[in-house]
């Protein structure tokens, strides 16, 4: 999880900080020496749009007016990238000491307490910024319009002059930049349950439980023993008593078979 948001972190400030756009615009006077068919404005981060300027010509004598942007959005832009790099900061640390400090992470249950907090401020902070840098966007992409530009050019307010937009400048980065900071959003987010698990704070039975000694193997032979003793003692201590009723019985009947006998072999004699 930490390895999707150190990626993300660094795609979303990446594509923001290292921004650099240029449009052209063409102003054709009526006295077609003084045009200028090729205005280039460039702007970078962190969109100090009123430190931007170009030269316009005046269409009046071969002059030219220097002419700049509207407009300041290095705050949004520059709080967008700072949270971008701090969590990735953090990220990376989070990852060693997941990966070698794991059991001082997990003792006293402190780390994923710590670790909760500080990941719900970051997805709090990734929806803060993103909303700034969308909004602060939108604005960057209306100041650097260039029909919109041409409008702040007092030649083309002349009829005879005409103004037109030649090459516009290339969003793709920043919107992508836009998009990437809503799916850090989404990731920090997503990994406060994990780490939520980790604490156990309302479900202690979520927690992964602690690993148990194995028992010593004497142990295993001497229940094995316990359990057997029970029978073999009961086996030995049960003596039937033959004495009382089988061997009584035998004698009956050989008093019997006697006294039947007798007769026959006086019987005989007679």
Same mark, same amino acid.
């Given at each position: 999880?930490?390895?999707?948001?150190?990626?993300?972190?660094?795609?979303?400030?990446?594509?923001?900080?290292?921004?650099?756009?240029?449009?052209?615009?063409?102003?054709?006077?009526?006295?077609?020496?003084?045009?200028?068919?090729?205005?280039?404005?460039?702007?970078?981060?962190?969109?100090?749009?009123?430190?931007?300027?170009?030269?316009?010509?005046?269409?009046?004598?071969?002059?030219?007016?220097?002419?700049?942007?509207?407009?300041?959005?290095?705050?949004?832009?520059? =709080? =967008?990238?700072?949270?971008?790099?701090?969590?990735?900061?953090?990220?990376?640390?989070? *990852?060693?000491?997941?990966?070698?400090?794991?059991?001082?992470?997990?003792?006293?249950?402190?780390?994923? *307490?710590?670790?909760?907090? @500080?990941?719900?401020?970051?997805?709090?902070?990734?929806?803060?910024?993103?909303?700034?840098?969308?909004?602060?966007?939108?604005?960057?992409?209306?100041?650097?319009?260039?029909?919109?530009?041409?409008?702040?050019?007092?030649?083309?307010?002349?009829?005879?002059?005409?103004?037109?937009? @030649?090459?516009?400048? @290339?969003?793709?980065?920043?919107?992508?930049?836009?998009?990437?900071?809503?799916?850090?959003?989404?990731?920090?987010?997503?990994?406060?349950?994990? #780490?939520?698990?980790?604490?156990?704070?309302?479900? !202690?039975?979520?927690?992964?439980?602690?690993?148990?000694?194995? !028992?010593?193997?004497?142990?295993? #032979?001497?229940?094995?023993?316990?359990?057997?003793?029970?029978?073999?003692?009961?086996?030995?201590?049960?003596?039937?008593?033959?004495?009382?009723?089988?061997?009584?019985?035998?004698?009956?009947?050989?008093?019997?078979?006697?006294?039947?006998?007798?007769?026959?072999?006086?019987?005989?004699?007679?």
């Amino acid at each position: 999880m930490d390895v999707a948001n150190q990626f993300f972190a660094i795609f979303a400030f990446s594509t923001c900080g290292s921004y650099s756009g240029i449009f052209r615009m063409a102003v054709e006077c009526k006295n077609r020496t003084e045009s200028s068919l090729s205005i280039e404005v460039e702007f970078e981060y962190p969109f100090r749009l009123h430190q931007v300027y170009f030269d316009a010509p005046t269409c009046k004598g071969g002059n030219q007016d220097r002419l700049f942007l509207v407009g300041d959005y290095s705050s949004s832009a520059e =709080f =967008f990238v700072t949270i971008g790099v701090f969590a990735f900061l953090y990220s990376t640390a989070a *990852l060693s000491i997941y990966i070698f400090f794991f059991e001082k992470y997990k003792e006293n249950n402190k780390g994923p *307490l710590i670790d909760l907090g @500080v990941t719900g401020v970051f997805a709090f902070m990734w929806l803060v910024s993103s909303a700034a840098w969308a909004k602060g966007l939108s604005d960057v992409k209306t100041a650097t319009d260039p029909d919109k530009v041409t409008t702040m050019i007092p030649a083309c307010g002349v009829k005879e002059n005409l103004c037109r937009e @030649v090459h516009d400048p @290339v969003m793709s980065g920043l919107n992508t930049s836009v998009a990437f900071g809503f799916i850090n959003l989404i990731l920090w987010a997503g990994n406060l349950w994990f #780490v939520f698990k980790e604490t156990g704070i309302i479900a !202690p039975f979520m927690r992964a439980p602690p690993p148990q000694a194995k !028992p010593a193997p004497d142990a295993y #032979v001497q229940q094995g023993a316990y359990e057997q003793d029970p029978y073999a003692s009961n086996q030995g201590g049960y003596q039937p008593n033959y004495n009382q009723q089988g061997y009584n019985q035998d004698a009956e009947y050989g008093q019997g078979y006697g006294q039947q006998g007798a007769p026959t072999s006086f019987s005989n004699q007679m």
